[in-house]
């Protein structure tokens, strides 16, 4: 079975840091690009990051570059989001999702949720 | 960076109707637009992509299409379990971007 796992959210204060995980199973995870996206309490959805198949190409949404770094183990089929300098306006519910077929996301982890609040 | 918008925010049908939700974007796109489907508490399902092709799995009643900066998402005869939140998504640029969703209920 196809399957994301994220892991590492919680209660985190402005200003701190975490990181989150995404374990992939069930597919070749060395053979997609992958993405994060996240979705505050009651709004949208809102793509954050996204790193190409071997981790040499990584693209951020404007609001979080600088702060937040994606990246991936290929051997452990595992995908990464550090976010760094938190800001209450992160949080939200992160998603990670397989990207196939250059930016559409057929595969979707059940989310982990990041609170910043003091 | 590019900006999709959403319409109506919440659309009220009844079984049975057939119903469109559109998407604008703010510049052209081209086909690279993808529809997703969101209940609440779930991840988002992907339903449409390329404008028009329909992910494996997911019932014909719905479609897409559209072109440039215009696109919509209909459903053709609403089932119980399509009420929920849409979401269409450009993947034209690097940065992707989402609308702001319709929320479909019944009316």
């Known amino acids: 079975e196809v399957q994301l796992v994220e892991s590492g959210g919680g209660l985190v204060q402005p200003g701190g840091s975490l990181r989150l995980s995404c374990a992939a199973s069930?597919?070749?995870?060395?053979?997609?690009?992958m993405n994060w996206v996240r979705q505050a309490p009651g709004r949208g959805l809102e793509w954050v990051a996204n790193?190409?198949?071997?981790?040499?190409?990584?693209y951020y949404v404007d609001s979080v570059k600088g702060r937040f770094t994606i990246s991936r183990d290929n051997a452990k089929n595992s995908l990464y989001l550090q976010m760094n300098s938190l800001r209450a306006e992160d949080t939200a519910v992160y998603y990670c999702?397989?990207?196939?077929?250059?930016?559409?996301?057929?595969?979707w982890g059940q989310g982990t949720t990041v609170t910043v609040s003091s | 960076d590019i900006q999709m918008t959403q319409s109506p925010s919440t659309l009220s049908a009844s079984l049975g109707d057939r119903v469109t939700l559109t998407c604008r974007a703010s510049q052209t796109i081209r086909s690279w637009l993808a529809w997703y489907q969101q209940k609440p508490g779930k991840a988002p399902k992907l339903l449409i992509y390329?404008?028009?092709t329909l992910e494996s799995g997911v019932p014909s009643r719905f479609s897409g299409s559209g072109s440039g900066t215009e696109f919509t998402l209909t459903i053709s005869s609403l089932q119980p379990d399509d009420f929920a939140t849409y979401y269409c998504q450009q993947y034209s640029s690097y940065q992707y971007t989402f609308g702001q969703g319709t929320k479909l209920e019944i009316k």
């Open positions: 790193i190409k198949k071997d981790g040499s190409e990584k």
């Open positions: 390329k404008t028009s």
């Open positions: 069930g597919f070749t995870f060395s053979n997609y690009w």
């Open positions: 999702a397989r990207d196939f077929y250059y930016g559409v996301m057929d595969v």
